[in-house]
């Protein structure tokens, strides 16, 4: 069986290594573009895109244009990680507030019934490592999970295809867990 593809998109992360690597563990090729030389099409090269976190703030849409562009328009599962979250969050009309700064595990309550958690408990332990918080689900998607500090952890679109987490899924177990409940859904 031939394996699956997955366009990782850097947008700059420390982590795109163990990013790639988690993939790749759950049985998917991966390809890493940067953000600014995105394909204005899937065209079936690909049967999911990931895009990973920023250090460049999330409302540079003129910069993100290409990728939002992709994103909105690709016809696979997406998966939005920290920054990649925001990004798409930002470019559907939500708005980002700065908050605590949190780095290393958290806890965060998810929505059991969707299949993104399906090899987790109702309570994760995921890493993070940011300042900005998405507050509320912008108009067509909604959140699936929350924490003591953000009600929007985990966001998905109203069609399920497009899903965003804040924290760094390529860290932690219950991270590779969430990602292989996203790679269920197209490998």
Same mark, same amino acid.
């Given at each position: ?10 947008n /700059? ?6 990013l ?5 563990d759950?049985?998917s ?12 099409? *899937? $065209? ?6 990931v %895009?990973? &976190?920023t250090?460049?703030?999330a409302?540079?849409?003129?910069h ?5 562009? %992709?994103?909105m328009?690709a $016809?696979v ?6 920054g ?6 930002v470019?559907? #009309?939500g708005?980002?507030?700065? &908050?605590p700064?949190?780095v290393g595990? =958290?806890?965060?309550q998810?929505?059991?019934?969707d299949? %993104? ?9 995921v890493f =993070?490592? =940011?300042? %900005? !918080?998405?507050q509320?689900?912008p108009? #067509?998607?909604?959140? *699936?999970g929350r924490?003591? =500090?953000?009600?929007?952890e985990?966001?998905r679109?109203?069609d399920?295809? *497009? !899903? /965003?987490?804040?924290?760094h899924?390529?860290?932690?177990s219950?991270?590779l867990? *969430?990602l ?8």
């Amino acid at each position: 069986m031939a394996r699956s593809r997955v366009l990782v998109v850097n947008n /700059g992360t420390l982590s795109l290594k163990q990013l790639r690597r988690r993939f790749e563990d759950l049985g998917s090729d991966t390809e890493a573009v940067d953000a600014t030389s995105v394909p204005a099409r *899937i $065209d079936g090269r690909y049967q999911a895109v990931v %895009l990973s &976190g920023t250090k460049v703030r999330a409302y540079d849409l003129d910069h993100y244009r290409p990728l939002v562009d %992709l994103v909105m328009g690709a $016809d696979v599962p997406v998966l939005g990680i920290c920054g990649g979250m925001q990004i798409i969050a930002v470019a559907a #009309g939500g708005r980002l507030e700065d &908050g605590p700064q949190r780095v290393g595990g =958290h806890e965060v309550q998810v929505d059991k019934e969707d299949p %993104l958690f399906t090899h987790v408990k109702p309570t994760v332990t995921v890493f =993070h490592r =940011h300042t %900005l !918080y998405l507050q509320e689900a912008p108009e #067509g998607f909604r959140s *699936i999970g929350r924490s003591e =500090h953000a009600p929007v952890e985990f966001l998905r679109s109203d069609d399920g295809r *497009i !899903y /965003g987490a804040q924290a760094h899924l390529e860290f932690r177990s219950d991270g590779l867990e *969430i990602l292989r409940g996203f790679a269920q859904q197209f490998q």
